[in-house]
T-cell receptor, first 114, second 110 residues
């Protein structure tokens, strides 16, 4: 079955440590996205990538980094510079018609930093 | 003013009733609109998309779009307790810019 796989489901880290969240898709989608969800604030766009080896900052990119070395993979690194990293992180992808294609989401990674 | 606004709720309806969820958006250039359902602790799941003015029906769900008034709504007929979730409105206001509302929590009581 095609889909988006995020791992791990839960992640715990100490403050000051970098952490990388995995996102893999086998939908053959060109575009991939990372969103962050906090209670009462909806989804906010962190980074997105339209094609391999290219990505753009979203609305809240500070303290995060990404790479897109393969079409199927779009890992997100939460760095120690991110001031409030505890959140629910969602990876998504969309098809070729980026203007009208809906996003398909992975199951999310819940990150807790103490 | 937020780009996409939704009443946070909760919206409480009895089983079998029609639930009406509303969303307004600020950018007149927005071209595509989506409704997602999100159960607590889970990721959003697409339930409807709509691109032109009018109604679009899919099973018990009807999406309504009025670009002149800048609102999009979702009607759920014959509401079931399993419909209890948060419903997110998302608006594509340009290339790669999908903006989400904060969601409306729906509670359907048996």
């Amino acid at each position: 079955d095609g889909g988006i796989t995020q791992s791990p489901k839960y992640l715990f880290r100490k403050e000051g440590q970098n952490v990388t969240l995995s996102c893999e898709q086998n939908l053959n989608h060109d575009a991939m996205y990372w969103y962050r969800q906090d209670p009462g604030q909806g989804l906010r766009l962190i980074y997105y990538s339209q094609i391999v080896n290219d990505f753009q900052k979203g609305d809240i990119a500070e303290g995060y980094s990404v790479s897109r070395e393969k079409k199927e993979s779009f890992p997100l690194t939460v760095t120690s510079a991110q001031k409030n990293p505890t959140a629910f992180y969602l990876c998504a992808s969309s098809g070729r018609d980026r203007q009208n294609s809906p996003l398909h989401f992975g199951n999310g990674t819940r990150l807790t930093v103490t | 003013q937020k780009e996409v606004e939704q009443n946070s709720g909760p919206l409480s309806v009895p089983e079998g009733a029609i639930a009406s969820l509303n969303c307004t958006y600020s950018d007149r250039g927005s071209q595509s609109f989506f409704w997602y359902r999100q159960y607590s602790g889970k990721s959003p799941e697409l339930i409807m998309s709509i691109y032109s003015n009018g109604d679009k029906e899919d099973g018990r769900f009807t999406a309504q779009l009025n670009k002149a008034s800048q609102y999009v709504s979702l009607l759920i007929r014959d509401s079931q307790p399993s419909d209890s979730a948060t419903y997110l409105c998302a608006v594509n206001r340009g290339f790669q810019k999908l903006v989400f509302g904060t969601g409306t929590r729906l509670l359907v009581s048996p």
